[in-house]
């Protein structure tokens, strides 16, 4: 497999990977299947406003996919060969790195809000019943019942920023391959080059 190949479909799993980390996100807006919680304040997870899953794991994942996957045509681009490959090689470590930055800030939001649980609505008021245990409620699902309002919210919030979690993570991996790929290959391609060159020096 080339290494266009390999980029091409590192691409295209960033591009559904993305697509799944959006749909995540936007699902924690509407716990229960209900839009009004997301119109109250403080009725969903703060960390549900910083938009993890559509920025990070979204948006910017789409960035990263779309140059991997139109590598060849800024190899093609370059006036001369050489200028078209070091084009794609430093489009390709620069796209992954900011992939790395997006997917690693989804990955760090859903872990926070993984270990401070949802705010929902106790026996006496809206609070986040969770947030000083340390993640302990997620083995404890008893302590789920607390939540009286939305219905559901702790399963709904775990599934979904666990999802996120993943998904991230998954992304954060295949960037970091095409960036040690990418500067392998520029590595090897530079080593090759001096070799011939001074082989017919």
Not at 52 to 79: E, H, P, Q, T, Y
């Amino acid at each position: 497999m080339s290494s266009r190949t390999f980029a091409w479909r590192l691409g295209v799993a960033l591009f559904v990977l993305a697509i799944c980390c959006m749909l995540a996100n936007t699902l924690l807006y509407f716990p229960n299947w209900k839009a009004n919680y997301a119109r109250e304040e403080n009725h969903l997870s703060k960390y549900v406003w910083n938009f993890a899953g559509i920025s990070g794991g979204g948006l910017v994942i789409f960035l990263s996919a779309a140059v991997f996957m139109n590598l060849d045509d800024c190899r093609r681009r370059g006036n001369h060969r050489s200028c078209g490959t070091s084009c794609a090689l430093f489009g390709s470590v620069a796209a992954a790195l900011i992939g790395l930055a997006g997917s690693g800030y989804c990955f760090v939001i859903s872990a926070m809000a993984l270990m401070e649980g949802p705010p929902c609505l106790t026996d006496t008021e809206w609070t986040y019943p969770f947030e000083n245990q340390g993640g302990q409620y997620l083995m404890n699902h008893t302590l789920w019942e607390m939540c009286k309002e939305p219905k559901g919210v702790v399963e709904w919030n775990v599934t979904l920023f666990s999802i996120l979690l993943v998904l991230s993570g998954i992304e954060a991996l295949i960037c970091a391959v095409q960036a040690i790929a990418s500067l392998l290959g520029g590595l090897c391609r530079g080593w090759c080059h001096r070799s011939h060159y001074t082989l017919n020096a």
